[in-house]
Structure formats: structure tokens, C-alpha cells
């Protein structure tokens, strides 16, 4: 169902986004946008040395690359039509490894819907981005404020 409207959301509704796989480029040019080089996301050497053995993405470049996938779903997925700002987003963690050549998606989960003055409300979700052996990468709750349905008069 299209979502246009705070009321079009339901507590435990679920979404699941398209896939995508993290390249080396994405890793480059990331670092490249943010001015982060860090050794361990930029030089195999140096990454090899780690508890990792080898180079990973960026933790906000999973952040991104998420973002991004959940507006692939358009208006059939958790983006409304008649968004109104990005409010905020809380108890995000890192809790694996984005590494070269993973293929992740974004399990999205409604968790609370708080109605607001003026005819408006915040929707919360949770978002967990997965690889491809389900493991996850990173999970946040993130707040969108959304408007009502109009008022008939």
C-alpha cells in the first residue's frame, strides 16, 4: 500500500529493501566526500595487520548506503508521500564489519507511531542493515515527522 499519511502506518508493519554490494569504490570515493583515510578502510597493508584482515567500508557509509536502499522502495515502503522532515535518530550501533563485496539490504520495522499537534505525527522505525549471511551490520531507530491525513471539512 502506498503511504501517504501518518494514519497509513501500523505498529509492527515491516519493509524490506532491494540488496546493493559494497565496492571498493563506494569505499573511496566515501572517504573521498568525508575526508575520512583512515588506513583501515583505505590501505590493504595496514588493514591486513588488524583484527579484521582486511579493509572495511566506513560505519556511516553503511548508514548511507541504508538510506539509500529504504528510498528504493518508494511510497510502498516506510517514505511517505507527505513527509515533512527527518526528526531524528537514536541508538545507532555498529555491530559488524562492512566489508568489500558484501550484498546488504535494510530490514525496516514500524516500532511507534506518536501522534503531534497541528495534524502531524513522528513515525519511529527501526532499521537493521543486513549482509548477505544475515548478519547485522548496524541498527539504529530513526524518527520521521510526517502530515496527517487532511481534514475533511
Known amino acids: 500500500m502506498e503511504k501517504e499519511y501518518?494514519?497509513?502506518y501500523k505498529n509492527g508493519e515491516k519493509?524490506?529493501?532491494p540488496a546493493r554490494t559494497i565496492s571498493e569504490a563506494d569505499i573511496v570515493l566515501f572517504a573521498a566526500i568525508s575526508g575520512d583515510w583512515h588506513p583501515i578502510h583505505t590501505d590493504l597493508e595496514y588493514a591486513k595487520k588488524t583484527v579484521f584482515g582486511e579493509?572495511?567500508?566506513?560505519g556511516l557509509l553503511g548508514l548511507v548506503v541504508g538510506s539509500g536502499l529504504a528510498f528504493r522502495l518508494g511510497y510502498q515502503g516506510p517514505l511517505p508521500k507527505y513527509f515533512i522532515a527527518f526528526y531524528g535518530m537514536d541508538n545507532f550501533r555498529f555491530t559488524a564489519p562492512l566489508k568489500i563485496g558484501d550484498t546488504v539490504h535494510v530490514e525496516i520495522e514500524v516500532i511507534d507511531l506518536i501522534p503531534k499537534e497541528k495534524n502531524k505525527g513522528i513515525v519511529v522505525f527501526k532499521s537493521e542493515l543486513k549482509n548477505q549471511r544475515d548478519e547485522v551490520v548496524n541498527v539504529h531507530e530513526s524518527r520521521i515527522l510526517v502530515a496527517g491525513r487532511p481534514k475533511e471539512k
Request: avoid cysteine.
Open 15 to 17: 519493509f524490506v529493501t
Open 6 to 8: 501518518f494514519e497509513d
Open 55 to 58: 579493509r572495511i567500508a566506513h
